[in-house]
């Protein structure tokens, strides 16, 4: 009741958005169709792409999300992907938005790396003077194809740099631990770029360790595997790390248990800096304030805590210090 009218209302930033994750099977079709690319869908409609999103780990998920990119081929298509979700975010009260793309998700399939980043740049700036959301762009290197190629897509980003904010590390986890990163990293943040990473969200806490040690990331995304580390947690809420923490991205890819989501909780209480955010929504089945309200839920958090993280998004965020006081 109460609390839920809270979690609508409240003014919040979003910092874990993969803008490729927010396309939904209706928007999926419609594209599919305009590029006359419906036989590289998996699915033959829209139930059964629906229905197939049941996911059992991380790369069974990641399957059908690079499948859905192949409808993505025009600067208009990113450009009303990009626009749907500023939509959507703007209808659950996000007023800032810190959205990941995935560069190589575009360019290995021949899409230009300029395509994609002007159609979601363009859809941005719509959204700062038709809905009042600002925006910060965030390109991600998929971990999976490895440094070289992630630094190939740096060095390709660079004639865009005043659309990117901040350098990322996605995809699958496991077997690809951030130090394989550390140059192009280093680069990156020599370049001026803000520095985040997924970590710890199936990997283990040694995985998170290695973002803050050969990273030097500002922010952990996902992290929430840190909870088996005691020295971690400490380490993160003295440093005041930020965690992105995506509660029904965890469920929907089986990556922690309920007991997991309690210690959530103890952090919280306990000073980490832990915001709550959406990941990929077309996909794991809830935006933003749906996360907020499945984590009031299960844990039966207070007004209080909702406003410590809604203050802790903003907190968190690569907003400039005097825009950021005005929003807390
Ligand atoms: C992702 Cl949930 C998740 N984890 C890792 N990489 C990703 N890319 C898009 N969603
Ligand atoms: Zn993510």
């Known amino acids: 009741g109460d609390i839920l009218q809270l979690?609508?209302?409240?003014?919040?930033?979003?910092?874990?958005?993969?803008?490729?994750g927010t396309l939904e099977p209706e928007l999926m079709f419609e594209l599919a169709t305009r590029n006359g690319v419906l036989h590289k869908l998996p699915h033959k409609s829209l139930e059964e792409a629906?229905?197939?999103?049941?996911?059992?780990?991380?790369?069974?998920?990641?399957?059908?999300?690079?499948?859905?990119?192949?409808?993505?081929?025009?600067?208009?298509?990113f450009y009303d992907l990009t626009w749907a979700y500023l939509k959507r975010a703007a209808a659950d009260s996000v007023v800032h938005a810190e959205i990941f793309f995935d560069p190589q998700t575009h360019t290995g399939r021949d899409v230009p790396f300029a395509t994609a980043l002007q159609g979601i740049s363009e859809a941005l700036a719509d959204a700062k003077t038709k809905l009042g959301l600002s925006s910060h762009l965030i390109m991600c290197f998929l971990r999976h194809l490895g440094p070289e190629s992630a630094m190939?897509?740096?060095?390709?980003?660079?004639?865009?740099?005043?659309?990117?904010?901040?350098?990322?590390?996605?995809?699958?986890?496991l077997g690809f631990p951030p130090s394989l990163f550390q140059e192009v990293f280093e680069l990156a943040a020599k370049e001026g770029f803000k520095v985040v990473a997924h970590a710890g969200?199936?990997?283990?806490?040694?995985?998170?360790?290695?973002?803050?040690?050969?990273?030097?990331?500002?922010?952990?995304?996902?992290?929430?595997?840190?909870?088996?580390?005691?020295?971690?947690?400490a380490h993160l809420s003295k440093a005041q790390t930020p965690?992105?923490?995506c509660p029904l991205s965890n469920v929907k890819l089986k990556v922690y248990d309920g007991v997991l989501v309690e210690k959530l909780q103890v952090l919280l209480k306990q000073g980490m800096c832990i915001t709550i955010n959406s990941d990929d929504p077309a996909y794991f089945g809830g935006y933003v304030n749906a996360n907020y309200a499945f984590l009031a839920q299960s844990l039966g958090l207070v007004?209080?805590?909702?406003?410590?993280?809604?203050?802790?998004?903003?907190?968190?965020?690569?907003?400039d210090d005097e825009i950021r006081a005005a929003h807390l």
């Open 7 to 20: 979690i609508s209302v409240l003014p919040k930033a979003q910092l874990h958005l993969h803008i490729e």
């Open 50 to 77: 629906q229905a197939a999103y049941n996911f059992h780990h991380l790369q069974s998920f990641l399957d059908l999300y690079y499948a859905g990119c192949a409808v993505l081929i025009t600067k208009q298509d």
């Open 152 to 173: 190939t897509t740096l060095n390709e980003a660079l004639p865009f740099k005043e659309h990117i904010k901040g350098v990322g590390l996605d995809s699958s986890e």
């Open 201 to 233: 969200e199936e990997g283990p806490a040694e995985y998170v360790w290695e973002a803050v040690n050969h990273l030097n990331v500002d922010r952990i995304d996902h992290g929430v595997k840190s909870i088996e580390d005691a020295a971690l947690c």
């Open 243 to 245: 965690l992105t923490v």
């Open 303 to 319: 007004a209080e805590e909702i406003y410590e993280l809604h203050k802790n998004s903003f907190v968190a965020s690569f907003l």
